[in-house]
């Protein structure tokens, strides 16, 4: 079954509109948050104009409604990952809070001095920071899988790091600034062989290959919205059931206690024990929303579609002598990253923009990804199956152009 891309791009208002400048959007920053569907949207406004209330408890017509869908999102979810149980689920703010959510919970509260924590070269800040926190605190030690020139984990290496102390691995799955999709199965039945937990860091997984937490058998799975054609400010946290029934909430609050006094409080069981306070109810409707969109679609159509562009893309740019793309994993999704000889990647991304072309320019929060390569940032194209050929030639034509520009002195 093939994707009929010009079908699906009228589902979104900004391919459709021109953009202030007069120019057709070529909308290549997927990696940092995808298009949100107009019918998702629509969705997530059926809840402020029918449904606007807070849930839980509430015993009115409004609240029942808005509790009905927001729990409808979990067994959403529940479904869209293969969890076992709806109380596996829990919603957080982004995959972010997920990370910290377990960090807190589990890591401060089982690690202790000597024990380790793996993590790979090439993960995003939001699966350091918090381990940092983590070792700092508990007097626990990170250990670092290295990776290799094509952007690959070095899989002798992490196997060599695993030991009796190894307590804990957290894992992107797939990397936001290489591309590189992780060998993960592998990864976490090493790990379990050692009795450690594993935790996948899931946001640019969910929206390119399938994801099946029963068949991964990963403790920990962390995704968000925005990268999933859903809102922003929300993301879900899977665990199974029996390593979240042991760990301590986070958050204190409202919701999340079944008694309260001034000596002593005690908490509720999974997922509510983890969802202090109002919960970003809009959102997590709108993250049912586009679960349910996203599933219309076939992903073997969608993976031949991403293919088809990535391989596209880095056809020609290996054409272009000045083009040196960073990451070539064998297994690899439609993100490439890359550096021009003698321009900077934020002119790259503001050259770009004056042709209506959207890219993202930085270290891509991976910075110590930047230091392997021995780069201050990179420029990235990142492509979702509402992309199409022509928009990769608009980038290679735009990147061309820019070329021309900087070595002509700034003249065309």
């Keep these: 079954m093939s994707l009929d891309t010009a079908l699906l791009r009228n589902e979104f208002t900004l391919l459709r509109e021109k953009l202030g400048n007069d120019?057709?959007?070529?909308?290549?920053?997927?990696?940092?948050?995808?298009?949100?569907?107009?019918?998702?949207?629509?969705?997530?406004?059926?809840?402020?104009?029918?449904?606007?209330?807070?849930?839980?408890?509430?015993?009115?017509?409004?609240?029942?409604?808005?509790?009905?869908?927001?729990?409808?999102?979990?067994?959403?979810?529940?479904?869209?990952?293969?969890?076992?149980?709806?109380?596996?689920?829990?919603?957080?703010?982004?995959?972010?809070?997920?990370?910290?959510?377990?960090?807190?919970?589990?890591?401060?509260?089982?690690?202790?001095?000597?024990?380790?924590?793996?993590?790979?070269?090439?993960?995003?800040?939001?699966?350091?920071?918090?381990?940092?926190?983590?070792?700092?605190?508990?007097?626990?030690?990170?250990?670092?899988?290295?990776?290799?020139?094509?952007?690959?984990?070095?899989?002798?290496?992490?196997?060599?790091?695993?030991?009796?102390?190894?307590?804990?691995?957290?894992?992107?799955?797939?990397?936001?600034?290489?591309?590189?999709?992780?060998?993960?199965?592998?990864?976490?039945?090493?790990?379990?062989?050692?009795?450690?937990?594993?935790?996948?860091?899931?946001?640019?997984?969910?929206?390119?290959?399938?994801?099946?937490?029963?068949?991964?058998?990963?403790?920990?799975?962390?995704?968000?919205?925005?990268?999933?054609?859903?809102?922003?400010?929300?993301?879900?946290?899977?665990?199974?059931?029996?390593?979240?029934?042991?760990?301590?909430?986070?958050?204190?609050?409202?919701?999340?206690?079944?008694?309260?006094?001034?000596t002593e409080s005690t908490y509720k069981e999974a997922p509510h024990k983890f969802e202090a306070g109002t919960p970003p109810i809009a959102e997590v409707i709108g993250l049912g929303h586009s679960i349910n969109w996203f599933k219309r679609f076939d992903l073997p159509a969608i993976h031949r579609q991403e293919e088809l562009l990535l391989e596209k893309t880095l056809r020609e740019f290996r054409e272009i002598p000045e083009i040196k793309i960073i990451g070539e994993a064998d297994d690899k999704t439609s993100i490439v990253s890359f550096v021009v000889s003698g321009v900077h990647p934020h002119d790259i991304g503001s050259f770009l923009n004056e042709e209506g072309i959207a890219i993202r320019a930085g270290h891509h929060c991976t910075q110590p990804v930047m230091n392997f390569f021995k780069i201050p940032a990179s420029a990235r194209a990142s492509f979702s199956f509402y992309n199409n050929e022509e928009d990769v030639e608009q980038l290679v034509k735009g990147i061309k152009k820019t070329i021309t520009f900087f070595k002509g002195g700034g003249k065309l």
């Design 23 to 262: 120019k057709d959007l070529v909308y290549l920053d997927n990696a940092a948050t995808t298009l949100t569907p107009d019918s998702v949207v629509e969705g997530i406004n059926q809840y402020y104009l029918q449904e606007n209330a807070n849930i839980h408890r509430g015993v009115h017509y409004l609240a029942e409604k808005a509790t009905e869908s927001y729990e409808g999102t979990r067994k959403i979810v529940k479904n869209f990952i293969n969890a076992g149980k709806e109380k596996e689920i829990i919603f957080t703010s982004g995959t972010t809070a997920a990370i910290n959510l377990v960090a807190y919970s589990y890591g401060m509260n089982f690690l202790k001095p000597g024990d380790e924590i793996i993590l790979s070269a090439m993960e995003h800040h939001s699966n350091i920071v918090p381990w940092q926190f983590v070792a700092r605190k508990t007097g626990a030690v990170l250990k670092i899988a290295p990776i290799n020139e094509r952007g690959e984990i070095v899989y002798e290496a992490f196997l060599k790091l695993l030991s009796a102390r190894t307590k804990f691995v957290s894992l992107v799955y797939i990397s936001n600034s290489l591309g590189t999709i992780n060998p993960v199965e592998k990864i976490i039945s090493a790990s379990h062989e050692k009795g450690a937990l594993v935790l996948l860091d899931g946001a640019q997984a969910v929206s390119h290959v399938p994801i099946d937490v029963k068949h991964l058998d990963v403790d920990f799975f962390a995704f968000s919205g925005h990268k999933l054609f859903g809102p922003t400010g929300v993301g879900v946290l899977y665990g199974k059931e029996s390593v979240l029934a042991e760990l301590p909430p986070f958050f204190g609050g409202g919701e999340m206690i079944s008694q309260v006094s001034f």
